[in-house]
T-cell receptor, first 112, second 115 residues
Framework: GENVEQHPSTLSVQEGDSAVIKCTYS??????FPWYKQELGKGPQLIID?????GEKKDQRIAVTLNKTAKHFSLHITETQPEDSAVYFC???????????FGKGTHLIIQP | GAGVSQSPSNKVTEKGKDVELRCDPI?????LYWYRQSLGQGLEFLIY????????KSGLPSDRFSAERTGGSVSTLTIQRTQQEDSAVYLC?????????????FGSGTQLSVL
């Protein structure tokens, strides 16, 4: 089955700086890569996703890049704000019976 | 409803007792998922329902865990003879059709503490 590794486990950045979270996956058949944001006391919420037919996708301050050859994908957050503080999960799916496999999460801390 | 609803939000129980966790998915969503989130860990897949049937039970950690879904809507996750290692947040999610590349809508979870 799929295995997703996520780094770092904790990331602290100054407000206004950029944050980058990286994930690798093992199954070359995977073709869907979402990112979820989990705020304290809440369930995860989808913030952006990318499919294997594109290399990059942007939505305002967040972007995701995908390198299928290297089997890694990254989340980029620019001009970080206090409300960006949360736990971020990457995931990968090949569309098979296994569904989505999640990484272990990154706790992003935005320092004022 | 407006979103995925889970109850109770918190549950404290004694070791050896049985617990039932409830999930009410978004109306019309055919797929329902249960995940477990232990402290500092990722989202551990437990079970998936398509309608009332569970084609994938591979994630249930032991035979003390069971789940059912009735009427294609509400689901209950039952843990029998709870152990301390069962302490975690149990998250439920639903999606419209059940395809693996669909958006999941999560509830806020049930925090289970086994003393």
């Amino acid at each position: 089955g799929e295995n997703v590794e996520q780094h770092p486990s904790t990331l602290s950045v100054q407000e206004g700086d950029s944050a980058v979270i990286k994930c690798t996956y093992s199954d070359s058949a995977s073709n869907y890569f979402p990112w979820y944001k989990q705020e304290l006391g809440k369930g995860p919420q989808l913030i952006i996703d990318i499919r294997s037919n594109v290399g990059e996708k942007k939505d305002q301050r967040i972007a995701v890049t995908l390198n299928k050859t290297a089997k890694h994908f990254s989340l980029h957050i620019t001009e970080t704000q206090p409300e960006d503080s949360a736990v971020y999960f990457c995931a990968a799916s090949g569309g098979g019976a296994d569904g989505l496999t999640f990484g272990k999460g990154t706790h992003l801390i935005i320092q004022p | 409803g407006a979103g995925v609803s889970q109850s109770p939000s918190n549950k404290v129980t004694e070791k050896g007792k049985d617990v039932e966790l409830r999930c009410d998915p978004i109306s019309g969503h055919t797929a329902l998922y249960w995940y477990r989130q232990s402290l500092g860990q990722g989202l551990e897949f437990l079970i998936y329902f398509q309608g009332n049937s569970a084609p994938d039970k591979s994630g249930l950690p032991s035979d003390r865990f069971s789940a059912e879904r009735t009427g294609g809507s509400v689901s209950t996750l039952t843990i029998q003879r709870t152990q301390q290692e069962d302490s975690a947040v149990y998250l439920c999610a639903s999606s419209l059709g059940g395809s693996a590349d669909e958006k999941l809508f999560f509830g806020s979870g049930t925090q289970l503490s086994v003393l």
